[in-house]
């Protein structure tokens, strides 16, 4: 497929909304046993309840490294694609490409540069070679050609679109060190604008707090339509997240979207603090170029962290009260979609959610 | 996608004739420095000038090896649809998937098993897992469910069809002690028509002189269109294929198809004998389970190795004084499609040629 120099705003191509039509989803099975316990087996249990999930909506392909082919082909439900594809870890959104859509319907994608959430600054595993060349791949295997970015670091979750011209992203991660040091604010938002082809980006200051992301916009917040936004919420004034909650809910109440329109703001609460325990620590191997997963540090849990499919809410569970009531709030928001909860907490231990794990293809 | 324990006879599917309209074109990028001579690149040019060639009527596929992608998307045409995949060595013809069609136009794969060319008793390397696993990765990537054989060896250069009920092979291959041992003839045959639901097999006595797959049909006749063959032939009865060549040609001529029509044979010449060289043998790197290519053998050239693609023949040319006239009688056979002549040499010393490098997905 080829490789293009323009941007998508040069050819007329734009990013759709997540809650738009899709063709397809993407994953990557989780297999490294230095950051997912016990060999990664709990973890790889619910990507394929996820997968499963999903696939009873629309079409579903599961990317696996070579060595776990014929386990995973075995192990999935044969309803979902399994494709041999490399990658250092398991993070389609934040590794898969970005696709774009012009008004006929075309599919282009963007192959933005990856370093692992940080590369040596302080990224969280090294090398991520594989991982940087996975968008190029899927692109091949969409037949879309791509727009490839040689120099400019960014993943899918730190970003989040209505589809009509309006960005969310937080100013801790796009602005963080260990991205695009030599960019200014103005030119990161130059590059947003050209390459999703928005005219309005709206910097959140913060996300979930010690999100290893630097906190990606897409566990705390996301378009749930157009001028429409959940966001991550907690009451309780000792916690350090409700600072970062406010922050964000103070600049959105002020924003208005690329339209002019203001932005209703639904506060969804957070679970209670999950923190890694002795065993799940001990159950994940060693390696020096890896961020350790330490007993007592506090999970980035969050119930922003859901995917939209065609016609429903892939919704995390934490085995927490809040779990039925998030799933209540969620079935009053989407009236017309089904909500399907499911228990993440193995991909929370990895250290992210189920946005994190999906990349939607739009129609 | 789904594994199927019944056949394609029994639920109405069928392998069309190679010579009917294909979707596109599979290949493999060689890379394995103990077969291909200079770390493959001489190959590697070649199979570039292949695909190129199969592109310009319909796509292709390029399935390369994780740490030979970025080479193999840069090197070749932007055209080519490069897609990662494991394989141990790059015969797409007998590790791909065949493919068969039914009245609707729905596809299915035959995931045969493979040993490369006959296992441990005279097979061509060791080991040949990758393999064996690449004809279900293709179905995935085809969406097509797949006949998956738990104990049966084939491999698709092994068989010839006319897409009207008759398949071709050879005795030599078919029957070899290396593949299916436990099966009688009849039973083989049983198999071939149970799968790609034949009525009738022409068994061939033999194939190339010193073909190393233990004389596939693909290399010495193929279906040109229902009842009508290309044959390679020679005139020298000191060479030891001439009688090889005789004897197909005479179960030929008192053969007829599955339709009761017999069947015309049109002879096409073999090149003069073609020799590895003491350079070309010194220039392949020695490992002891594979087959060494050693100065002074025979090589297994042919010109009925060729491959159709949509509105064209890819024809191999050996620097011979036969290949224009070949291309002529190739240009008469085929009105209607162009001829496209490829020096292939650098294919050949590697053990086959265009047509064992190619599978198609039919329409």
Same mark, same amino acid.
Request: overall charge negative; charged content about 25%; some cysteine.
């Given at each position: 497929?080829?490789?293009l120099t323009s941007t998508p705003e040069e050819d007329g191509f734009y990013m759709?909304?997540?809650?738009?039509?899709?063709?397809?989803?993407?994953?990557?099975?989780?297999?490294?046993?230095?950051?997912?316990?016990?060999?990664?087996?709990?973890?790889?249990?619910?990507?394929?309840?996820?997968?499963?999930?999903?696939?009873?909506?629309?079409?579903?392909?599961?990317?696996?490294?070579?060595?776990?082919?014929?386990?995973?082909?075995?192990?999935?439900?044969?309803?979902?694609?399994?494709?041999?594809?490399?990658?250092?870890?398991?993070?389609?959104?934040?590794?898969?490409?970005t696709?774009v859509?012009?008004?006929?319907?075309?599919?282009r994608?963007i192959?933005w540069?990856?370093?692992?959430?940080?590369?040596?600054?302080?990224?969280?595993?090294?090398?991520?070679?594989?991982?940087?060349?996975?968008?190029?791949?899927?692109?091949?295997?969409?037949?879309?050609?791509?727009y490839s970015l040689t120099d400019f670091?960014l993943?899918?979750?730190?970003i989040?679109v209505?589809?009509?011209g309006?960005a969310?992203?937080?100013?801790?991660?796009?602005?963080?060190?260990?991205?695009n040091?030599?960019y200014?604010?103005s030119a990161i938002e130059a590059k947003l604008k050209n390459y999703l082809n928005v005219q309005k980006v709206?910097?959140?200051?913060?996300?979930?707090?010690?999100?290893?992301?630097?906190?990606?916009?897409?566990?705390?917040?996301?378009?749930?339509?157009?001028?429409?936004?959940?966001?991550?919420?907690?009451?309780?004034?000792? $916690? &350090? =997240?409700?600072?970062?909650? #406010?922050?964000? /809910? @103070?600049? !959105?109440?002020?924003?208005?979207?690329?339209?002019?329109?203001?932005?209703?703001?639904?506060?969804?609460?957070?679970?209670?603090?999950?923190?890694?325990?002795?065993?799940?620590?001990?159950?994940?191997?060693?390696?020096?170029?890896?961020?350790?997963?330490?007993?007592?540090?506090?999970?980035?849990?969050?119930?922003?962290?859901?995917?939209?499919?065609?016609?429903?809410?892939?919704?995390?569970?934490?085995? $927490? &009260? =809040?779990?039925?009531?998030? #799933?209540?709030? /969620? @079935?009053? !928001?989407?009236?017309?979609?089904?909500?399907?909860?499911?228990?993440?907490?193995?991909?929370?231990?990895?250290?992210?959610?189920?946005?994190?794990?999906?990349?939607?293809?739009?129609?």
């Amino acid at each position: 497929m080829k490789k293009l120099t323009s941007t998508p705003e040069e050819d007329g191509f734009y990013m759709p909304a997540e809650f738009e039509c899709h063709r397809r989803t993407y994953m990557v099975w989780p297999q490294r046993s230095d950051n997912w316990r016990r060999g990664a087996k709990p973890a790889q249990r619910v990507y394929a309840k996820i997968a499963a999930a999903i696939a009873d909506f629309e079409e579903v392909v599961m990317l696996v490294n070579k060595d776990q082919y014929t386990h995973a082909r075995h192990f999935l439900d044969e309803r979902i694609i399994v494709v041999e594809m490399s990658s250092n870890d398991a993070w389609a959104r934040d590794i898969g490409p970005t696709f774009v859509r012009d008004l006929s319907g075309r599919i282009r994608g963007i192959d933005w540069r990856f370093n692992a959430w940080g590369g040596r600054t302080d990224g969280i595993y090294f090398p991520w070679d594989l991982d940087d060349q996975l968008a190029g791949k899927v692109c091949e295997l969409e037949r879309a050609d791509c727009y490839s970015l040689t120099d400019f670091i960014l993943e899918g979750g730190s970003i989040h679109v209505d589809g009509q011209g309006t960005a969310l992203v937080t100013e801790a991660c796009l602005l963080s060190k260990g991205r695009n040091p030599d960019y200014s604010k103005s030119a990161i938002e130059a590059k947003l604008k050209n390459y999703l082809n928005v005219q309005k980006v709206i910097w959140l200051p913060r996300g979930i707090y010690l999100d290893e992301t630097n906190e990606h916009v897409d566990n705390i917040c996301a378009f749930i339509r157009p001028a429409e936004v959940v966001l991550s919420w907690t009451e309780n004034q000792q $916690d &350090p =997240q409700y600072l970062l909650s #406010k922050c964000a /809910f @103070e600049e !959105l109440n002020k924003q208005t979207d690329s339209n002019g329109r203001s932005i209703k703001i639904h506060k969804i609460p957070l679970p209670e603090p999950i923190e890694i325990t002795e065993k799940e620590s001990r159950e994940v191997d060693f390696e020096p170029n890896t961020l350790p997963r330490m007993a007592g540090d506090r999970l980035a849990a969050s119930y922003a962290n859901f995917y939209f499919c065609n016609g429903a809410v892939i919704l995390p569970a934490f085995g $927490d &009260p =809040q779990d039925e009531c998030v #799933k209540q709030q /969620f @079935e009053n !928001l989407f009236p017309e979609r089904k909500i399907i909860q499911i228990n993440t907490h193995e991909v929370l231990l990895g250290g992210g959610n189920i946005h994190c794990i999906t990349q939607q293809v739009p129609k």
